[in-house]
């Protein structure tokens, strides 16, 4: 007889980031930051900070404080896993470059222009390079 997978397995630790998502989706952003702020201490422990499923929930998490407009918290959690990518995927990763938009469209939304141009004139050029 084949058991269920435990609340702490990367199974379990996936469906929550998942339904992290889907909460997301239905604009229900605090019981998405409610689901990751559950599961993302466990992703870290278990699969690293460094793990695609970790760094995707990390996204969602940005993209939960964007629409909630805690845009210093947004700005912060994408320029995490932006820093995490470019050390392990490179600039050039279309991973990496999605998160530097987000950073960007941040900045904006935080009436930081300058830095938000010189970000994307930035990516621009990576863009052009590949």
């Given at each position: 007889?084949?058991?269920m997978p435990g609340p ?11 339904l992290a998502t889907?909460?997301f989706d239905q604009n ?9 702020h559950?599961?993302?201490?466990k992703?870290?422990k278990q699969?690293?900070?460094?793990h695609?499923?970790?760094l ?5 998490l ?12 947004a ?6 896993v ?5 050390r392990?995927?490179g ?9 530097t ?12 222009f300058q830095?938000?141009e010189v970000m994307?004139r930035?990516l621009?050029g990576v863009?052009?390079?590949v």
């Open positions: 007889q084949r058991r702490d397995t990367a199974v379990a630790m996936r469906t929550a980031s998942m889907v909460l229900k952003h605090t019981e998405a930051e409610v689901v990751l559950e599961v993302l201490p992703m870290r699969l690293g900070a460094e695609p499923d970790t995707s929930a990390l996204m969602t940005g993209n939960v404080f964007a629409a909630q407009d805690k845009l210093d918290d700005l912060a959690t994408y320029q995490d932006r820093t995490i990518q470019q392990v995927l600039a050039e990763h279309v991973n990496t470059m999605t998160t938009m987000n950073i960007a469209s941040t900045l904006g939304s935080q009436y930081k830095e938000a994307l930035d621009l863009q052009q390079r």
